[in-house]
């Protein structure tokens, strides 16, 4: 493999390991820790092992007790390097054979294998420039739980897996639902050896093989190489040898398992997580959750007190000044509501609104629910439940973020009406001309009562003027009054509306704050999560 070629496999695992961690740190707090788990080890052997010897693979022969797999380990090796080192009390140890000492050490202090031997060149298979590393290891239905934890921890961690089956257990559940079928993405860095071939009659070889790869192929490893061999009559060595030459000249095996692994950790993390795509936060989902929370605050009470408000105020102002006094004993709606406070600090209001009831809090739960299912639609089981969550999550600050929220909106109910000045002073001219009229009409009745010459009054239309003034001023009093009434009715309604706008606002800006920028960060992370994996796999 060229330096290019190796240079930008190295890339892509990094792109793919990278895509991995991204998906696990997204996942935390949605998919269950064991998975979770299981995909940090990925992420930590990937990491340890490329730190490690890249001119060397790491071969491990793994098989059943009675598969010959020692004696095919001796048979490939040209040597009997099982039976060599005389300090290895069993086969419950790993042991190695080593092609190319230089560089090797770390590595398998790594992989912890202490029985190490130097193998001798074998022609046309490995010497010192091959890198090669065969390990012998226990058998994985050792009745020594020991022996099985090896193996286990041996088939995440080597380079490359051959699997030696015999004859009369090839088809055996325990190597294939234990160990086979989880590695159903390593078809490039597993081989499967027949061995013992020599104990079948020759006709039964071929059809004993094709039911191998069935079985195989069911398992998911219907790429997988398929070898018979005799490692006691020689038989396939040859080709053993040279599947064996090929993966570790190529250097591909290492980028090759530690992709398959990224392959097999993403795909637990969508089986785990679950297809599907979060339907997300719609503008009419915002829009009806804002005014169901503005329901819920009493936004309609607020507008109807600023309505009412105004109104008083207006005819406070333009009112027939005989008989305005009388609405001062009218209490302000919106003082009631702890809503009229000129020149209060907003981050301390607080209103009198009465406190959110059961139907209110039910209200607001529903709403909240609601957005949070129409968001979720379509997300998978497990980020369901966090979109969900994340919805709720800000429920309990919603009734006293809602009340602040109403009580720092300026309602602007009490800012003065430009046709208050002008109806007022009409309304003053109005009754200073009737009580004119009344003091003309008193002087002319005094003159007459102490028997002083009455002077002739001056008359319209045969109406004496002081009558004019008094009926004229008190009908234009009264019809300004009328008047003013119906335009304060308008311009109330006008600003009710305006305050209700104002208040829908800052109710949603609340349910942003508190209900949907949560959520839209879930289904966010969902979506990132759902490209980190799918980066990951490919």
Same mark, same amino acid.
């Given at each position: 493999?060229?330096?290019?070629?190796?240079?930008?496999?190295?890339?892509?695992?990094?792109?793919?390991?990278?895509?991995?961690?991204?998906?696990?740190?997204?996942?935390?707090?949605?998919?269950?820790?064991?998975?979770?788990?299981?995909?940090?080890?990925?992420?930590?052997?990937?990491?340890?092992?490329?730190?490690?010897?890249?001119?060397?693979?790491?071969?491990?022969?793994?098989?059943?007790?009675?598969?010959?797999?020692?004696?095919?380990?001796?048979?490939?090796? #040209?040597?009997?390097?099982?039976?060599?080192?005389?300090?290895?009390?069993?086969?419950?140890?790993?042991?190695?054979?080593?092609?190319?000492?230089?560089?090797?050490?770390?590595?398998?202090?790594?992989?912890?294998?202490?029985?190490?031997?130097?193998?001798?060149?074998?022609?046309?298979? *490995?010497?010192?420039?091959? #890198?090669?590393?065969?390990?012998?290891?226990?058998?994985?239905?050792?009745?020594?739980?020991?022996?099985?934890?090896?193996?286990?921890?041996?088939?995440?961690?080597?380079?490359?897996?051959?699997?030696?089956?015999?004859?009369?257990?090839?088809?055996?559940?325990?190597?294939?639902?234990?160990?086979?079928?989880?590695?159903?993405?390593?078809?490039?860095?597993?081989?499967?050896?027949?061995?013992?071939?020599?104990?079948?009659?020759?006709?039964?070889?071929?059809?004993?093989?094709?039911?191998?790869?069935?079985?195989?192929?069911?398992?998911?490893?219907?790429?997988?190489?398929?070898?018979?061999?005799?490692?006691?009559?020689?038989?396939?060595? $040859?080709?053993?040898?040279?599947?064996?030459?090929?993966?570790?000249?190529?250097?591909?095996?290492?980028?090759?398992?530690?992709?398959?692994?990224?392959?097999?950790?993403?795909?637990?993390?969508?089986?785990?997580?679950?297809?599907?795509?979060?339907?997300?936060?719609?503008?009419?989902?915002?829009?009806?959750?804002?005014?169901?929370?503005?329901?819920?605050?009493?936004?309609?009470?607020? +507008?109807?007190?600023?309505?009412?408000?105004?109104?008083?105020?207006?005819?406070?102002?333009?009112?027939?000044?005989?008989?305005? /006094?009388?609405?001062?004993?009218?209490? $302000?709606?919106?003082?009631?509501?702890?809503?009229?406070?000129?020149?209060?600090?907003?981050?301390?209001?607080?209103?009198?609104?009465?406190?959110?009831?059961?139907?209110?809090?039910?209200?607001?739960?529903?709403? +909240?629910?609601?957005?949070? $299912?129409?968001?979720?639609?379509?997300?998978?089981?497990? /980020?369901?439940?966090?979109?969900? #969550?994340?919805?709720?999550?800000?429920?309990?600050?919603?009734?006293?973020?809602?009340?602040?929220?109403?009580?720092?909106?300026?309602?602007?109910?009490?800012?003065?009406?430009?046709?208050?000045?002008?109806?007022?002073?009409?309304?003053?001219?109005?009754?200073?001309?009737?009580?004119?009229?009344? +003091?003309?009409?008193?002087?002319?009745?005094?003159?007459?009562?102490?028997?002083?010459?009455?002077?002739?009054?001056?008359?319209?239309?045969?109406?004496?003027?002081?009558?004019?003034?008094?009926?004229?001023?008190?009908?234009?009093?009264?019809?300004? *009054?009328?008047?003013?009434?119906?335009?304060?009715?308008?311009?109330?309604?006008?600003? #009710?509306?305006?305050?209700?706008?104002?208040?829908?606002?800052? +109710?949603?800006?609340?349910?942003?704050?508190?209900?949907?920028?949560?959520?839209?960060?879930?289904?966010?992370?969902?979506?990132?999560?759902?490209?980190?994996?799918?980066?990951?796999?490919?």
């Amino acid at each position: 493999m060229s330096r290019h070629g190796a240079a930008a496999q190295a890339s892509r695992l990094d792109r793919r390991l990278e895509a991995l961690n991204e998906a696990r740190e997204l996942a935390a707090g949605a998919l269950p820790e064991d998975v979770l788990d299981g995909v940090l080890q990925v992420l930590d052997r990937a990491s340890s092992r490329r730190s490690l010897s890249a001119d060397h693979t790491v071969v491990g022969f793994f098989g059943a007790t009675g598969s010959g797999k020692s004696s095919l380990f001796n048979a490939v090796s #040209g040597e009997e390097i099982a039976t060599a080192a005389a300090r290895r009390p069993t086969t419950s140890e790993p042991l190695a054979g080593i092609w190319g000492a230089e560089g090797s050490d770390q590595l398998l202090d790594w992989l912890e294998v202490r029985n190490r031997h130097h193998a001798r060149p074998v022609s046309g298979f *490995a010497d010192e420039s091959t #890198g090669l590393i065969l390990l012998d290891l226990p058998d994985f239905d050792s009745t020594r739980a020991a022996n099985r934890e090896i193996v286990e921890r041996m088939v995440g961690l080597v380079d490359d897996l051959v699997w030696v089956l015999d004859p009369q257990k090839y088809a055996d559940a325990a190597v294939h639902n234990d160990f086979l079928t989880p590695l159903a993405s390593h078809n490039a860095v597993t081989l499967v050896v027949l061995n013992q071939i020599d104990r079948l009659p020759e006709q039964d070889v071929q059809p004993v093989l094709e039911s191998l790869r069935g079985i195989l192929a069911r398992d998911g490893l219907g790429k997988v190489q398929v070898l018979g061999a005799s490692a006691v009559a020689g038989t396939g060595l $040859d080709k053993v040898r040279a599947a064996i030459r090929q993966v570790a000249t190529q250097r591909q095996a290492q980028s090759q398992r530690l992709g398959a692994d990224v392959t097999r950790a993403s795909a637990q993390l969508a089986e785990a997580s679950g297809p599907g795509e979060a339907a997300g936060v719609r503008a009419a989902s915002r829009a009806r959750l804002a005014e169901e929370l503005a329901v819920a605050a009493n936004v309609p009470v607020v +507008v109807d007190a600023v309505v009412r408000s105004y109104q008083l105020e207006s005819t406070r102002r333009t009112g027939w000044p005989v008989t305005r /006094w009388l609405v001062r004993f009218r209490p $302000d709606p919106l003082r009631r509501l702890n809503l009229r406070r000129e020149g209060s600090r907003p981050e301390l209001n607080r209103t009198s609104l009465p406190p959110a009831g059961a139907p209110e809090r039910a209200r607001t739960d529903a709403a +909240v629910r609601d957005f949070a $299912d129409a968001a979720s639609n379509g997300a998978p089981g497990p /980020w369901r439940a966090v979109i969900r #969550g994340a919805a709720r999550e800000g429920r309990e600050q919603l009734p006293d973020a809602l009340d602040q929220a109403i009580a720092s909106t300026e309602l602007k109910a009490g800012n003065k009406a430009w046709w208050w000045t002008p109806f007022n002073i009409v309304q003053w001219l109005a009754l200073l001309t009737a009580l004119g009229g009344f +003091v003309w009409l008193g002087a002319l009745a005094v003159l007459g009562y102490i028997k002083l010459p009455v002077p002739e009054v001056p008359r319209v239309e045969g109406w004496p003027v002081p009558t004019v003034m008094i009926a004229g001023g008190a009908l234009l009093g009264i019809v300004l *009054a009328i008047l003013a009434k119906f335009i304060a009715g308008a311009a109330a309604r006008a600003r #009710g509306a305006a305050a209700r706008k104002r208040l829908q606002t800052a +109710v949603a800006a609340v349910a942003e704050k508190l209900v949907v920028e949560p959520v839209e960060l879930e289904v966010s992370r969902l979506g990132s999560f759902n490209k980190a994996v799918q980066a990951a796999s490919r």
